[in-house]
């Protein structure tokens, strides 16, 4: 079993920054990948990041290569992503996901979300 909680969403204005955080609990995170997804009113969730276990490899959507980052403490239970040059379009609510890349139906555990809004 495995808890997620993220953080560090907020208001920000276009080309700002913010660094998500989200901490998990259960004994198998540092063997777990984990995802970002988010969902913007009126639209599906969709695929942001993922990083494997060892935080070695990663993948990201076309839409936010280039401008976030995913990364990861295992010894802090946590993984991250730092959003740069934020866009309008960025605003959503971000959750993070434990589970396998791939399809969403992969990812066996999710957060509640966090809201990250982006001014123009």
């Known amino acids: 079993q495995v808890q997620l909680v993220e953080s560090g969403g907020g208001l920000v204005q276009a080309g700002g920054s913010l660094r998500l955080s989200c901490a998990a609990s259960?004994?198998?995170?540092?063997?777990?990948?984990m995802g970002w997804f988010r969902q913007a009113p009126g639209k599906e969730r969709e695929f942001v990041a993922h990083i494997n276990w060892s935080g070695g490899t990663t993948y990201y959507a076309d839409s936010v290569k280039g401008r976030f980052t995913i990364s990861r403490d295992n010894a802090k239970n946590t993984v991250y992503l730092q959003m740069n040059s934020l866009k309008p379009e960025d605003t959503a609510v971000y959750y993070c996901?434990?589970?396998?890349?791939?399809?969403?139906?992969?990812?066996?555990?999710w957060g509640q979300g966090t809201q990250v809004t982006v001014s123009s």
């Open positions: 996901a434990a589970g396998r890349f791939g399809r969403q139906s992969n990812y066996d555990y």
């Open positions: 259960g004994r198998t995170f540092s063997s777990t990948a």
